[in-house]
């Protein structure tokens, strides 16, 4: 059963102050208190097979319990004022005590702030053919205080024996694997947001800028310990990331005359997280270090000389390498969106493109491909070869005949005295790329793509053809959704995001008729 309950009381004041201040206020309380019970039986053999009753048990029955209660107070308020029509200004605080976390650490307070003025109000600004000026600004702090390292389970914070094997039929518990901060104190994430709304042309043209900065820190993670100690992890505050972007919304309407009107709208964001600080005072958090973007991909490949080539053993396969190698960035570097509309007489007409240019992508489908002989590069005399039991195929790769290479702790070589000679060692195709799935090729593509997102001509029926019929209003029209793609990455739609062999992406055209009686 999962039970809630929410309370809230809430008081409201409003006030003019002449006609140029307006204030609005609201203070209030809430309560959210959730209850949650679980229990169930279950039995590993029946006595009567078919019969599906407790009572048909041929061994003794297991059960499980579950009880999860939690519980969170607030006291918040809101400030909003009004000057001269024109500047705003928005205050909010909240406090909260909730029962997730250690008494310590159980209430904690988070406020915001914004303001924004239109500029044209106050000044003429039609000589720069400005119709409108509205510039904004915001920061706000939120804290959550709920551990969400392993679920939304209430009594993360509190340390406790968990079920461990049945012996014999006697249950037994286990001290947990994981131990918790003490002090450990909910996760906090401080934003600032700053933009500008201006249009040009009485609205024809307008442009809606907005750059944002927001600093996570009293992160909570999970990180590993030695197994000596008799814990697996530790549940620990810090480190500290920093995500950053912008976007910009362009809308215009380069033609408008009595029966044609064109309609457009352009989107350009970009968006990336860093690393600002570790959990440890170190300086990288696993392989990213400190000022790096967060989504720098990292690779377990073969090793390479240092003109690119691969190395190759005496067995005329590859030799892995050592150390993770970064692949690139899996963020794009911006994304972008253009839809337009047409309306003519009764005609409309709709055509809209989108994509991301940037970043990679790791293609399983590609990998399969290629490790099942499925790929259209696999199909060539080597293949036939391995089918008939013929090894035949050299990788163009080059051979250590002497020599030695030091590396540092990043991988990188502090001192090389290899000789290399071409690779002269003939293997089997198939195995070739049943071990490798051909090693030339890291499986990371570029995601950079271009869609025709949806195409839409809908025709409305003109009332002098309904007048005289029970039909009100009519239209009729086709819709073609992911009509088009144009993409660097081989096989696969990038636009997922992902390539785990998904199910490929769908061309949808329909048709429409709307009739209103």
Known sequence: SNFNINTDLLAQYKKSFGDNIGLRASVGLANRWRNFKNQSQNTDGLVIPGFYNLSNSANPLRGTNSFQEENVNSVFGTLDLEFYNGIFLGL????????????????????????????????????????????????????????????????????????????????????????????????????????????????????????????????????????????????????????????????????????????????????????????????????????????????????????????????????????????????????????????????????????????????????????????????NQFRDDANAGIASFISPGLVVVEGTAEYDSDGNIVSDTRVYAPNVTPVNYISWNTNTSNADLTHYYNQSFVKLRELTVMYQVPQSVLSKSFITRASIGVVGRNLALWSKMPNVDPDSGSDNLQTPSTRNIGFNLNLTF
């Open 92 to 379: 909010t605080g909240r406090q909260d005590w909730v029962s997730t976390m250690p008494l310590q650490n159980n209430s904690f307070f988070y406020p915001s702030a914004s303001l924004a003025g239109v500029i044209t109000d106050f000044m003429d600004l039609s000589a720069a053919k400005i119709s409108f000026l509205k510039v904004r600004g915001s920061w706000s702090q939120v804290t959550d205080g709920q551990i969400k390292v392993n679920g939304t389970y209430p009594y993360q914070h509190i340390p406790g024996y968990d079920p461990g094997v049945n012996w014999g039929g006697t249950p037994s518990l286990q001290f947990p694997g994981t131990l918790i901060d003490p002090s450990i104190s909910p996760e906090t994430s401080e934003t600032f947001e700053a933009g500008v709304d201006i249009r040009f042309l009485n609205g024809k043209i307008g442009v809606d800028a907005a750059v944002y900065s927001i600093r996570d820190f009293n992160n909570i993670y999970q990180l590993p310990m030695s197994n000596s100690s008799g814990y697996t992890y530790r549940l620990v505050n810090g480190g500290e990331f920093l995500r950053k972007g912008f976007e910009i919304t362009v809308t215009a309407t380069p033609v408008k005359t009595n029966s044609f009107t064109w309609n457009v709208i352009a989107n350009y964001s970009q968006y990336h997280r860093y690393l600002k600080s570790s959990f440890d005072g170190s300086d990288r958090l696993g392989l990213i270090k400190v000022g790096e973007r967060m989504d720098q991909n990292y690779w377990y490949g073969y090793l390479r000389s240092p003109g690119g080539q691969l190395i190759l053993g005496a067995n005329g396969f590859p030799l892995s390498d050592p150390y993770q190698r970064p692949q690139g960035y899996s963020d794009p570097d911006f994304i972008f969106g253009i839809a337009n509309n047409f309306t003519y007489k009764n005609f409309t007409a709709g055509v809209s493109f989108d994509g991301r240019i940037g970043g990679v992508m790791y293609s399983t489908t590609n990998q399969k491909m290629w490790w099942g002989g499925t790929h259209p590069g696999t199909v």
